[in-house]
């Protein structure tokens, strides 16, 4: 199977300095890139086409083989002497490196950063984990990593010739949604395989499979793929948690107003977007937005929401960005004149209601 190729046999790793000595030395933080996806979609043929290539990068690739069993909370603690930590550590011909982890993520993450070398990017594919959220909550807030690293993006890979199958079983089932949650919180996903969809079904099959996609998810890339070979500057280096990264925010927001119009009763997992022109006041949209997404007002299970807002006593348009119960709401940059002073909020979850979410935020208006 695509996802059981075997590693390179292990190396001794060079000198480390700390992790305070690699922040004063240039104060920039390493991206890490969340890669999931379902069983056989490519997620292994991915990172081996990335640690075989001739990028000129340094790239660290992190297997995590902790299992379901041992529980993502177990996976983040530093367990340290006693637990077992890092597997082995893999150094390859062309810079990159790999390692094994069965417990501690971050304490894996934390000698990464420690290498004499300077590392350019870190790649974290999640075996055995089908829903990425908690790994992507503690990369964006971990205090103990400080600053070190940084979550960049997530990337799901999925099966282009398979994917309607995965969809489809579970889309009347209270069965666990693998295919739904790896979508559902992509930033980025590499539709792998097409090769084999456009030689049976035609051209249009590929654009029935997006148009699945962006009903569960709007905001993420697509990417087509042959065998996972992509041009590695559209999966590195995106800064998808950057709040001053508002450009491709609000392109997207414009094109995602279009996928609001679904059935208000489908409980299943799609992207809903709302938008409101009156200022709001900050304090309410806080209190709003932790009654949706931690006391799941009205039944709502969000995933993943993004917007800008316009907020009252403020020159500065605001970005909003969740993943599940961790939110961020800052200033980014100055509105400009003559432009639309819109909030604009685009949600990813299941049994979300567009009437609900519409007229709790107008309660958030400036009275």
């Known amino acids: 199977m695509e996802d059981e190729e075997d590693p390179p046999l292990a190396v001794e ?50 297997l995590n083989e902790f299992g379901e069993e041992i ?35 971050v304490q894996a993450l934390e000698q990464l950063v420690q290498r004499k070398e300077r590392l350019d990017h870190i790649l974290l594919e999640t075996t055995g984990l089908a829903n990425p959220a908690p790994l992507a909550s503690v990369l964006w807030l971990d205090d103990q990593l400080e600053s070190s690293v940084k979550l960049d993006s997530i990337i799901t890979v999925v099966d282009a010739k398979n994917l309607h199958f995965q969809l489809n079983e579970h889309r009347s089932s209270s069965s666990f949604p693998e295919a739904f949650y790896q979508i559902a919180f992509a930033d980025t996903i590499i ?48 800064n998808a948690y950057n709040a001053a990264n508002t450009a491709h925010l609000e ?25 409101y022109h009156d200022k709001v006041d900050l304090d309410k ?14 039944g709502m299970d969000v995933y993943r929401c993004k917007g800008v807002l316009s907020i009252k006593n403020s020159d500065q348009l605001h970005t909003l960005q969740a993943v599940r119960e961790l939110y961020e709401i800052v ?36 009275s």
């Open 71 to 105: 529980g993502v909370e177990r996976a983040m603690i530093n367990e340290g002497d006693g637990g077992a930590l890092v597997e082995e550590w893999v150094e390859l011909a062309n810079g990159c490196i790999c390692c094994t982890v069965k417990h501690s993520l």
């Open 331 to 366: 200033p980014t940059r100055q509105w400009n004149n003559g432009e639309s002073q819109m909030n604009k909020i685009v949600f990813i979850g299941r049994n979300l209601s567009e009437d609900v979410l519409s007229e709790t935020f107008r309660a958030c208006a400036v």
């Open 251 to 275: 392109e997207l927001l414009k094109e995602s107003r279009s996928l609001s119009t679904k059935d208000l009763h489908d409980t299943g997992v799609r992207t809903l977007c709302i938008s």
């Open 285 to 298: 949209v806080r209190s709003w937005l932790e009654e949706i997404l931690w006391d799941r007002k009205g």
């Open 191 to 238: 539709l792998n395989k097409v090769d084999l969809v456009t030689s049976e079904r035609g051209d249009g099959a590929l654009e029935d499979l997006e148009f699945e996609i962006r009903n569960i998810n709007s905001l993420a890339k697509i990417i087509h793929s042959v065998r996972c070979q992509v041009d590695l500057s559209l999966i590195l280096n995106c």
């Open 13 to 62: 790793i060079g000198e480390t300095i700390t992790a305070a000595e690699r922040h004063e030395d240039d104060g920039v933080s390493v991206g890490v890139t969340v890669i999931t996806g379902y069983l056989g979609a490519g997620k292994s043929t991915l990172v081996n086409y990335i640690l075989n290539s001739q990028h000129g990068k340094r790239i660290a690739v992190i």
